[in-house]
């Protein structure tokens, strides 16, 4: 049919680019991390960014490829299109891509490993591991275990690794062994916390949105679990907790003021808490699901700008 998007462009749709700042973002507040704490590296802070992005991707590929064949993805749901419920793409290729994607990032790991020691083994089978079960296997993601997964993997972990394993190289020779004294930047934990919150708003919002259809499916996501009320008040205490991180870096952690300027993003967040609390349509919330991605990012550049200049 000449409406349907070309080969490339239903590859790109599986990717989803939308939610790609919440693989990137992370890294640039565990650089700046980095670079506060005297222990910037460039090789590793630019693997740990395509690292982190190649993750993000093979976890929505097999997202994608996992709710297409269980049936969550129905012709009632009111998302983004989906590649292999919309038959764009063989489901079997998008299942080979997700085992793809996930195998560059193993392949990639190999090289932060030798930079970074057994922290990072751990830490990169641990996301590979989670970012595959998020959807398929356990479906992390059907069992109410969705927001923690993120929260964890995709604010913690990214973060604190982003930061650890430029501390490593800066510190110590490779190959790693055992983490080498001072490795681990408390900063990075509490920075961490505000990456954490920004990206579960984010599933928040695509579970709001879908609530209906999940529940309909028998995917029981924590919204399903916990309703709109408690839905709602996940996604303010969110983003509370993000805004919160700033002034404690300032105050507790002798960060320049300079960290303070995420805070211009807040009207954004005001906004999209606003819409989150009011609507559940899809025709409100994708627009709000797009544009809680670019807040994710547009905090963590001036997360960095404001530390870094």
Do not use: H
Not at 28 to 36: D, L, M, S
Not at 83 to 88: D, K, P, R, S, V
Not at 143 to 169: R, W
Request: glycine residues 10%; proline residues 6%.
């Amino acid at each position: 049919m000449s409406g349907e998007p070309s080969r490339a462009r239903a590859w790109l749709l599986a990717t989803r680019p939308q939610t790609l700042p919440a693989g990137a973002a992370p890294v640039i507040v565990g650089t700046a991390v980095a670079i506060q704490a005297e222990l910037f590296a460039l090789v590793p802070a630019l693997a740990a960014l395509v690292g982190a992005l190649l993750i993000q991707i093979g976890t929505n590929f097999a997202n994608d490829y996992y709710d297409a064949v269980s049936g969550v993805d129905t012709e009632d749901r009111e998302g983004f299109t989906r590649a292999t419920n919309a038959g764009l793409i063989p489901p079997r290729q998008v299942k080979f891509a997700a085992f793809g994607t996930f195998g560059l990032a193993i392949l990639l790991g190999v090289y932060l490993v030798y930079v970074g020691g057994l922290p990072i083994l751990v830490i990169g089978l641990a996301s590979v591991a989670s970012g595959y079960a998020y959807a398929g296997g356990p479906a992390l993601g059907s069992k109410g275990l969705g927001d923690l997964f993120v929260f964890v993997f995709f604010g913690v972990v990214a973060v604190t690794g982003t930061t650890y394993v430029q501390a490593a190289a800066t510190l110590a020779d490779p190959p790693i062994l055992a983490p080498p004294a001072d490795a681990i930047v408390p900063a990075a934990v509490v920075a961490s916390l505000a990456m954490a919150g920004l990206s579960t708003t984010i599933l928040v919002i695509n579970n709001v949105r879908d609530l209906e259809t999940d529940r309909a499916a028998g995917k029981r996501t924590l919204a399903v679990m916990i309703g709109y009320r408690w839905s709602r008040v996940e996604f303010v205490g969110m983003l509370c907790l993000a805004y919160a991180v700033p002034p404690v870096l300032w105050l507790a952690f002798g960060y320049p003021s300079g960290v303070l300027l995420p805070f211009v993003t807040l009207p954004l967040g005001i906004l999209l808490a606003w819409i989150v609390c009011t609507r559940t349509d899809g025709e409100a919330l994708n627009p709000a699901l797009e544009r809680t991605g670019q807040l994710l990012f547009l905090y963590a550049v001036a997360f960095g700008l404001g530390v870094v200049l």
